[in-house]
């Protein structure tokens, strides 16, 4: 099987770094203030960039988007480092037909076979998917979703014009029977009557949940069979609602980033992807900068234009209370479905897996500069004595 630069394969990487804590500075009264501290607070990491790279940071108004900014350029020229065995320094970062960052060796005008990358972030997380070691043209997407990033502002909106107009909000990028997903299929609630299960009223009292702070009387089956009428709190319903409308919103754009087309593309309305629940995170975390791994969800009913997706492989993980990540892979038609293999999603130790290989490169770099330097002067100073020798016996 064909391998990436010598590396067994085929393989899929997945990384992400979590930039909350990274660099403080000093509260400014203007935001782009911020960002100028940054520039010397960050010097050594953004050394590592070209100076266009630099800029693209630099230009944000906001710190948050110019550290994620920052780190996904340096996972992208990482996994390039790493998986094609070049310098750091000759990890470019290119751009294809479709404008996904992509790696074109010098020399070369396409693409190597068997290795892409996509890199996403949000509110301060950044995630970055490889393939590598494939057969053939292989396509990756990545996503990052965070719930409560806009949790206000959607709360306001719900509470005055219903959960129903939240989502017609997001008309334009769904198919319509994603809509009508989101809006009316029910959600796992936490019942709180052991071995009860819902009925046929009870789903659709909580289906048609639009508000929060508001009750709701739902009709039970007991384990014995018997009705039993519960009062709810429509919030946690809500909730439950909101977290499913983001996790389908994450498969969605992990989908579009692998397709390399934008949230714009004409074919939007006709990619269907259903039966999504949302992973739950994992139970008893109570530190809000966790990002624990919770339940992996791997089973989507994806169409696009009425037909079944079967090249698609999709995985989407809870991480922490109000994180989740999707990767979407296209299978090449060199390779089964089996051979696709997610994995979990690693965090990496930004100074030992990202600076320090950056930095021992470049390194490597400057030792074989030096060596060519010391090699010329040697060769300089031989030809000039053989030059002195030929004079004096003349």
């Given at each position: 099987?064909?391998?990436?630069?010598?590396?067994?394969?085929?393989?899929?990487?997945?990384?992400?770094?979590?930039?909350?804590?990274?660099?403080?500075?000093?509260?400014?009264?203007?935001?782009?203030?911020?960002?100028?501290?940054?520039?010397?607070?960050?010097?050594?990491?953004?050394?590592?960039?070209?100076?266009?790279?630099?800029?693209?940071?630099?230009?944000?108004?906001?710190?948050?988007?110019?550290?994620?900014?920052?780190?996904?350029?340096?996972?992208?020229?990482?996994?390039?480092?790493?998986?094609?065995?070049?310098?750091?320094?000759?990890?470019?970062?290119?751009?294809?037909?479709?404008?996904?960052?992509?790696?074109?060796?010098?020399?070369?005008?396409?693409?190597?076979?068997?290795?892409?990358?996509?890199?996403?972030?949000?509110?301060?997380?950044?995630?970055?998917?490889?393939?590598?070691?494939?057969?053939?043209?292989?396509?990756?997407?990545?996503?990052?979703?965070?719930?409560?990033?806009?949790?206000?502002?959607?709360?306001?909106?719900?509470?005055?014009?219903?959960?129903?107009?939240?989502?017609?909000?997001?008309?334009?990028?769904?198919?319509?029977?994603?809509?009508?997903?989101?809006?009316?299929?029910?959600?796992?609630?936490?019942?709180?009557?052991?071995?009860?299960?819902?009925?046929?009223?009870?789903?659709?009292?909580?289906?048609?949940?639009?508000?929060?702070?508001?009750?709701?009387?739902?009709?039970?089956?007991?384990?014995?069979?018997?009705?039993?009428?519960?009062?709810?709190?429509?919030?946690?319903?809500?909730?439950?609602?909101?977290?499913?409308?983001?996790?389908?919103?994450?498969?969605?754009?992990?989908?579009?980033?692998?397709?390399?087309?934008?949230?714009?593309?004409?074919?939007?309305?006709?990619?269907?992807?259903?039966?999504?629940?949302?992973p739950d995170a994992k139970e008893g975390i109570k530190d809000e900068w966790s990002l624990e791994k919770?339940?992996?969800?791997?089973?989507?009913?994806?169409?696009?234009?009425?037909?079944?997706?079967?090249?698609?492989?999709?995985?989407?993980?809870?991480?922490?209370?109000?994180?989740?990540?999707?990767?979407?892979?296209?299978?090449?038609?060199?390779?089964?479905?089996?051979?696709?293999?997610?994995?979990?999603?690693?965090?990496?130790?930004?100074?030992?897996?990202?600076?320090?290989?950056?930095?021992?490169?470049?390194?490597?770099?400057?030792?074989?500069?030096?060596?060519?330097?010391?090699?010329?002067?040697?060769?300089?100073?031989?030809?000039?004595?053989?030059?002195?020798?030929?004079?004096?016996?003349?």
């Open positions: 099987m064909a391998t990436t630069k010598g590396y067994p394969g085929p393989r899929i990487i997945q990384w992400y770094v979590d930039t909350r804590r990274m660099w403080p500075v000093p509260k400014q009264a203007k935001p782009k203030d911020e960002v100028l501290l940054f520039k010397n607070v960050a010097a050594r990491e953004l050394s590592l960039l070209t100076e266009a790279e630099q800029d693209s940071v630099l230009r944000y108004y906001y710190l948050r988007d110019a550290k994620t900014k920052l780190v996904s350029h340096l996972l992208k020229h990482l996994i390039i480092t790493k998986y094609q065995s070049v310098p750091w320094s000759k990890s470019t970062i290119s751009r294809d037909a479709k404008k996904k960052p992509c790696y074109v060796s010098e020399g070369s005008t396409t693409e190597p076979l068997g290795f892409a990358f996509n890199v996403s972030h949000q509110a301060g997380v950044v995630a970055l998917i490889a393939a590598i070691g494939f057969q053939g043209r292989i396509e990756v997407g990545v996503d990052v979703v965070c719930v409560n990033e806009r949790i206000k502002i959607d709360y306001q909106h719900i509470d005055k014009h219903g959960f129903f107009d939240w989502v017609d909000m997001h008309g334009d990028v769904f198919a319509p029977s994603e809509l009508s997903y989101m809006k009316l299929a029910p959600v796992a609630v936490d019942l709180r009557v052991k071995g009860a299960e819902l009925s046929g009223y009870g789903r659709d009292a909580i289906s048609r949940v639009q508000r929060r702070h508001e009750r709701i009387a739902v009709k039970l089956t007991g384990k014995n069979g018997e009705d039993i009428e519960l009062q709810m709190q429509t919030d946690p319903i809500i909730d439950s609602k909101l977290r499913r409308f983001y996790a389908m919103w994450c498969l969605r754009e992990a989908y579009v980033k692998m397709s390399g087309d934008a949230l714009l593309a004409p074919w939007l309305k006709e990619l269907e992807i259903l039966d999504v629940e949302s919770g339940e992996v969800v791997r089973q989507f009913a994806t169409y696009m234009k009425g037909r079944v997706m079967r090249d698609v492989k999709t995985e989407m993980t809870a991480m922490g209370v109000n994180y989740m990540m999707s990767g979407s892979i296209r299978v090449p038609k060199e390779h089964q479905m089996s051979d696709v293999v997610f994995g979990d999603w690693l965090e990496l130790d930004f100074e030992k897996d990202v600076l320090a290989i950056a930095e021992e490169s470049l390194a490597g770099d400057l030792a074989r500069e030096q060596r060519k330097l010391d090699l010329a002067i040697d060769q300089g100073l031989s030809s000039l004595s053989t030059s002195d020798t030929a004079e004096t016996i003349d």
